[in-house]
């Protein structure tokens, strides 16, 4: 229980969000350092890296460049911060998807740098934490760090966030949705946040208010990114999955939707899904430990519907796995220290095994 933890809130030091706001970022860097080291997702170099280099150019920073491989493991960031200590940047700029991202926060904790973050997709919150996720090599989920600050810099340029495959945003909204539902049962639960307090008011009202937001604009939405339509409907969807679900999360908390992508994780599946489409399917799951009123559930079920995100083990390719794998699944999602223990009623493993079976297709 919490009641002997303070009330924690965290936050990165600077959010930008707009179209062509990469063009401007010169003079927010220089104020973290004047030596740069970049980790760029090659997908995206193009788009990229011009806008980037003439805005540092301007400011007089020094760019060192390093191309992203694709994985976030303990290997993968160990090459890249040895790479980095050969410059002695001032700051680390990452950009791209989520691993890209997290491994820029693991090797500017390495050097003991601030660390900028440019999104390139809006499919998870990782952007803004002080958290980032190490992979095996096998690319299931091998733990979360604990980083000592958040980034101190989000750029979101929604010009070139528009350009990404509508389904990492629809998985971004999967991610962002666990938001509200897993911060309260976080406070109910006097449970820690992953920032080591208990959830702040200011939090809660973040985790809410990003919920209702992906709930109010997420169809129109996905149907703007779909026809390349820059609209208030897709900037506050970016915002949601961005900024309102990273603050919601770290300073809220978490329960069983995240705790179960951990287990799932390590089921192997046919084609692989994203975070947010797990993490999505751990809602629908909590959704049934918690008991929601049927309205709240039929609410939540509707908009999965209209706008792809899965609602059954099979819509994540684990329709066929076994009970025994189920049971795996579970024990990892309820191991001891676990967000899982923060639902109510209390869920063992036997019973969240038996939801998973009701879930399968």
Not at 174 to 190: K, L, N, Q, V, Y
Not at 223 to 248: H, K, M, P
């Amino acid at each position: 229980m919490g009641e002997g933890l303070p009330y924690a809130f965290a936050a990165p030091g600077t959010y930008l969000q707009g179209p062509g706001v990469l063009e401007s970022v010169g003079v927010h860097v220089a104020r973290l350092g004047r030596r740069a080291f970049g980790i760029v997702d090659p997908v995206i170099r193009s788009q990229i890296e011009p806008a980037l280099l003439a805005a540092c150019a301007a400011e007089g920073i020094v760019w060192h460049h390093q191309v992203f491989l694709g994985e976030c493991t303990e290997a993968a960031v160990d090459r890249m911060a040895a790479a980095a200590r050969d410059v002695k940047p001032e700051v680390v700029i990452a950009a791209g998807g989520g691993k890209a991202l997290d491994t820029g926060k693991l090797v500017a904790e390495d050097l003991g740098v601030p660390s900028v973050m440019i999104p390139t997709i809006v499919a998870t919150d990782a952007p803004t934490s002080r958290v980032a996720v190490l992979y095996t090599e096998e690319h299931a989920q091998l733990r979360v760090v604990r980083l000592r600050a958040n980034p101190r810099l989000i750029v979101v340029d929604t010009a070139i966030v528009l350009r990404a495959p509508i389904r990492f945003l629809v998985a971004g909204m999967g991610d962002a949705i666990a938001t509200w539902p897993e911060a309260r049962a976080c406070a109910a639960a006097g449970g820690r946040t992953p920032v080591g307090g208990r959830p702040t008011r200011a939090a809660l009202a973040l985790a809410e208010l990003c919920y209702r937001t992906i709930l109010a604009h997420g169809r129109q939405a996905r149907d703007d990114a779909a026809a390349g339509r820059l609209t208030e409907a897709f900037e506050a969807i970016v915002e949601a999955n961005t900024l309102l679900s990273g603050l919601g999360f770290e300073s809220g908390g978490l329960a069983a939707a995240h705790s179960l992508y951990a287990g799932l994780s390590a089921l192997p599946t046919p084609t692989p899904f994203l975070h947010g489409e797990k993490v999505a399917f751990g809602v629908v799951v909590q959704s049934v430990l918690e008991d929601w009123p049927k309205d709240r559930r039929l609410e939540l079920l509707e908009f999965y519907r209209d706008v792809g995100l899965p609602d059954t083990l099979a819509a994540i390719g684990l329709g066929a796995a076994t009970t025994a794998e189920l049971r795996q699944a579970a024990e990892i999602a309820c191991r001891p220290g676990s967000h899982m223990h923060n639902v109510r009623p209390p869920v063992d493993v036997e019973g969240l095994t038996g939801v998973l079976e009701r879930l399968r297709a």
